[in-house]
């Protein structure tokens, strides 16, 4: 009689054909802690036959054992554990692409536990986990067991539970870890940024269509958005000459990687830059809606929402096929967690700011 582990395991993989998706192995280690002592878990996937682009990680202890912590693997160059509740979760993008199709035995989560009294179960969910290709990973996880004191560890009797297969594509593109200088060679490695606070007001009444657009560039890099088009006289990135930069360029990210923005070059809708600021400045230009179109690549774009309102991503965005947005905290200098399309639709993306965007297809948007 076949137990219930085979049948849980075939289950995962006729969901995976199902759904264009595939079953890996995720297994949690055995461990015997004293009670009161500390250890470590280790968990890994055992391969990754396409790649991996990221996935999010829930993992509990059920039982008297307790979680204290943890973190993310070190390949992981955007990464975040969090202790919610008596969960650790754990959010990773491979945004350099350390993770190559073909590879074995995947660290996703290193975490701290400390010993009870008795027999604690180790288990995890993966609320969402994709390949390079953006199909969603079905992994089997094989839970664990964390015995404290004189309990006899347990039989390997454990269910394998399978996951859900509602996930989106994560990016694999590279995404800037590193604020570029005047003399370094901008890479897709090289972070920027910091997130101005744009305000949006009318100019005055003798000049009706344009509108007047204040960005307050904080000390550091500032990820600015052309939320429409400049007019005459503010539609080159001469109107950012002024910035007190300490001799960093300004940058933009485009089909064929990073680029030197010169001071001649045009300011266009929807396009989004890297400006750095020695210290906190105040730039003004003035744009003008009107219609047009705007191309975008397959993986990562830089991207500036439209119009003059703060909007859901998700109404923002919704002639696009994107997966995930990043925008980026300008008092903190670090890049916020990756918004997964149809994850959390509250969040709102703000005029006059830029995100990264990862888009399945080579797409044009008309507006």
Known sequence: MRSIYHYTVLLS???GCCVGAYAETITIPALTLQPGEKGTVEIYMDRAPQGLSGYTLIIEAQGSATIT???GP???SLKNAD???NALSVSVVDLMDEIKPGANQILLATVAVTGGTGQTTFTATVKQMDDDNGNAIVPVVIPGQITSGSVAPPLATSTPTPLPTTSTPVPTTAVPTQAPTATQTVTPTTPAPQTPTPSVTTVPESQISPMEITYTLS???????IPAQPIAGYDTATVFSHVPSEGHSMFQYGASGWERVSPTTPLH???AYWVYADTPFTVMIQVQEGSGSKSFQSGWNLISPLGFTAKRASEAFSSLSWSYIIGYDGETQQYDLPLILGADDTIVVEPGHGYWIY???V???SF
Do not use: F, K, Q
């Open 13 to 15: 993989v006729i969901i």
């Open 69 to 71: 912590g943890g973190e």
């Open 74 to 76: 070190a390949w992981a």
């Open 83 to 85: 202790m919610v509740g």
């Open 219 to 225: 000390a550091g890099w500032n990820l600015i958005g």
């Open 269 to 271: 809708v929807m396009d």
């Open 359 to 361: 888009l399945s297809n």
């Open 363 to 365: 797409e044009t948007l």
